[in-house]
């Protein structure tokens, strides 16, 4: 059996060892710490043998938890964005990853660990509702000149899948040409499917009829 180790007056971190407690109830030693947030809490000698620097992983003192204090915006709508933009390009198991990292969508350098450079490049969310991070040409990376903050229509025009059509001379998406019309998108939608372009695409048709010549 090796020698019991005395943890008392030892400092890991933010954490100084006050003194042997008592065992849990499966005969782990603890030993009462103090942390420089303040707070007191009992570390194992596993704990402790693995390096323990802070009483939990919400302390103010953690390496993240002092980033997100410098700015004060972890419970922003930016700093999700941030977060979520980089879960999509960075993190292969993130559902979204395929779409962004999986094909070469990337985060300009300076952004990827620096929230506080990212947020000075696109600034404060509009007041929108639902306005989110928009990339302008939707095959290139998340960087300057190619970022904006987006209402969910311009999210929705300028995806990969967006149809378009000519209409009254101009190629629109057809959110724009119900909108134009005044009339519901899923119209517009279910005339082009059937193969209806032009005006024909906002102009009542009866079911069942071939497209005009």
Request: glycine share 8%.
């Amino acid at each position: 059996m090796g020698r019991k180790v005395d943890w008392t007056g030892v400092t890991q971190g933010s954490l100084t060892v006050l003194s042997e407690y008592t065992a849990d109830k499966f005969g782990n030693v603890q030993w009462l710490c103090r942390c420089t947030c303040g707070a007191e809490v009992y570390k194992t000698n596993k704990d402790l043998r693995e390096g323990a620097k802070y009483c939990s992983n919400s302390c103010a003192n953690t390496v993240n938890n002092r980033a997100r204090a410098k700015h004060g915006m972890w419970k922003s709508k930016e700093y999700d964005c941030w977060q979520g933009m980089k879960q999509r390009c960075l993190n292969p198991n993130s559902s979204s990853y395929a779409s962004y990292g999986g094909r070469g969508i990337s985060i300009h350098p300076t952004w990827v660990d620096d929230f506080d450079a990212f947020l000075a490049y696109v600034g404060k969310a509009p007041d929108t509702p639902r306005a989110s991070l928009d990339r302008i040409d939707v095959n290139g990376n998340y960087e300057p000149n190619n970022v904006r903050w987006a209402t969910p229509k311009q999210q929705s025009n300028n995806r990969r899948v967006t149809l378009t059509a000519e209409y009254m001379g101009e190629t629109l998406t057809l959110s724009d040409i119900a909108q134009r019309a005044g009339i519901p998108y899923h119209q517009v939608f279910q005339r082009y499917k059937r193969g209806l372009r032009g005006e024909q695409l906002t102009t009542p048709q009866k079911v069942g009829r071939k497209p005009m010549e």
